[in-house]
């Protein structure tokens, strides 16, 4: 076998050796693979809707509770599509505190992003302030339940009746959410999904979109194939979205053990929050009783006044000790140069969510981090406690 790089190569560009990271993906045994690889190559139907494309759409609608799904090669283009297939034009409203791809989206399709401010409970955007954000020129709204944590989904959606706008959920942290026993993907137009590699259920880069309407469904379909909506008929000017068999299979093979990877991460997040909570100024998010959580995440926020450190002290601290934890969301995406001129970007209109992105830290949380590796983590939380200067 031709070896592409050497083992030792590798591990010392990705610093993997005895360093824990905030997340891993949970791969299924390598052997369990190779059957779906023997069917890809006996067919020699490697992408454009195959088997396990088709297989993987069906199972994943029964798995969460959904009418539709229509697979991505990634996220990133499941939302800019989702915003295509709605025809989104103008102004969208949208959170600053996400990651930079969600706005983005709306960047690749020419239309104008509008910040608005989080809620400080959920960190997800603040139905209160989206109200006096719309204009004319408004005609979606695009909120994100970040670290899989449900939006006020009732109260965005009268808003977006009263104003007749459409509303796409940038939901790439929210695999498996459910609220009230339903899945938190049914509300609003479409949802959109990520299944990156650093996502609870992975296909190595991934996504899809959700919708319980038929015809958007084989609407999307077309416009991820270029457009095509058979041989000769191109309906709209379609990109490549395509999720090809390779990914497929891997998701396949994903849904066996998505249940247990969420279990396990529930176990790793109880013993976080059991250890966190007497120490002073650390914050974190708890579970809601209506939901059914997937424990996507675990960000904790550094009151530096009371914790007696400052948060990017703290995250230094991690990493003298070979943790690499992340700051998942800052800088906020208004403060990236590309955004930061417009209006709404002014860390006056955004006062909650500039706070919490100063303050937070996301911490390593995946299925198979150890007890050992847990503690690790929470000592040097503990030890820094009143150490800053
Ligand atoms: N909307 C939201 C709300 C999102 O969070 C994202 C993606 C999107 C939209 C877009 O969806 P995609 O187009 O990506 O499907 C990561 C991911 O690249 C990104 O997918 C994710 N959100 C974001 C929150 O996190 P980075 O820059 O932090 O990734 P990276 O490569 O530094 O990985 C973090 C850690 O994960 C590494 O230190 C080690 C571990 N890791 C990573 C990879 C790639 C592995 O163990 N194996 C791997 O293969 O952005």
Known sequence: MKQVSSE????AAHNLNGNI????????PL???IPYLEQIWDRKWLTNNGL???ELEEKLAQFLGVKYVSLFSNGTLALVTALQVLRITGEVITTPYSFVATTHALNWNDITPVFCDIEPETMNLDPKKLEMLITPKTSAILPVHIYGNPCAVEEIQKIADIYGLHIIYDACHAFGVNIDGQSVLNFGDLSVLSFHATKIFTTMEGGAIVTDNKKLKDRIDYLKNFGFADETTVMAPGINGKMNEMQAALGLLQLESVKENIKRRQEISVNYREKFKDIPGIGFLTDAENVQHNYAYFPIFVD???YGMQRDQLYEAFKQ???YSRRYFYPLISEFPMYRGLASAGQENLPVASRISR?????????????E???KVIAVVKNNCGAGK
Not at 8 to 11: E, K, N
Not at 21 to 28: A, E, I, Q
Not at 366 to 371: V, W
């Open 8 to 11: 030792s190569t590798f591990d």
């Open 21 to 28: 990271f905030v997340t891993r993906p949970d791969l299924p």
């Open 31 to 33: 052997e369990d693979f």
């Open 52 to 54: 396990f494309h088709q």
């Open 304 to 306: 530096d006044q009371k």
């Open 321 to 323: 000790e070979h943790i």
């Open 359 to 371: 303050q937070v830290i996301t911490l390593p949380l995946y299925p198979t981090l150890t007890e």
């Open 373 to 375: 590796q847990q503690d």
